[in-house]
T-cell receptor
């Protein structure tokens, strides 16, 4: 069965650079969620989209933005990267108000 | 702030023993889910228990939910070395959207 696809799987950036993370949900899933997991931490909700509209916002810095496109894939844009942004970024998709299925994550390292 | 708190934070047992992990949360929930995460890897969905359910089984997993105490437990029976991972509970509050609120996780180590 198709799973959530995230790209890239690993990303290394310098401070103050920008990064774009991509998420391709499971087919027919119209809701996408982004989570950030710092080293040794639990995943923290960042933002979600339903039918291409932002549906909820969590602890997402103003330097980050995201959107969901017409094909339901989503991109998380991160600017002015800081060392503390180094983390695993997970995308999850689901049908409306149902179990979320997580992608493998993108490991971002900021040097 | 995180809703879920897990207990213990780390657990080390021998292969064949049972492992019990607990999760507490603060607000009313629609359901509670347990996920497993191998070191630095993705989150694998284990089991979902709805707010009107008290117990659920799946293979060697047994989950209980006590909404009056706002707590849940995950029991892994006859543990194997391959069960070594971090285990997280995730709740979906009744208010707001369906985002997950994760607990801090229990790091389970099963010794062969």
């Amino acid at each position: 069965a198709a799973g959530v696809i995230q790209s890239p799987r690993h990303l290394i950036k310098e401070k103050r650079e920008t990064a774009t993370l991509k998420c391709y949900p499971i087919p027919r899933h119209d809701t996408v969620y982004w989570y950030q997991q710092g080293p040794g931490q639990d995943p923290q909700f960042l933002i979600s989209f339903y039918e291409k509209m932002q549906s909820d916002k969590g602890s997402i810095p103003d330097r980050f933005s995201a959107q969901q496109f017409s094909d339901y894939h989503s991109e998380l844009n991160m600017s002015s990267l800081e060392l503390g942004d180094s983390a695993l970024y997970f995308c999850a998709s689901s049908p409306p108000r149902d179990t979320q299925y997580f992608g493998p994550g993108t490991r971002l390292t900021v040097l | 702030s995180q809703q879920g708190e897990e207990d213990p934070q780390a657990l080390s047992i021998q292969e064949g023993e049972n492992a019990t992990m607990n999760c507490s949360y603060k607000t009313s929930i629609n359901n509670l889910q347990w996920y497993r995460q191998n070191s630095g890897r993705g989150l694998v969905h284990l089991i979902l228990i709805r707010s009107n359910e008290r117990e659920k089984h799946s293979g060697r997993l047994r989950v209980t939910l006590d909404t009056s105490k706002k707590s849940s437990s995950l029991l892994i029976t006859a543990s194997r070395a391959a069960d070594t991972a971090s285990y997280f509970c995730a709740t979906t509050p009744t208010s707001g959207t369906y985002k997950y609120i994760f607990g801090t996780g229990t790091r389970l180590k099963v010794l062969a």
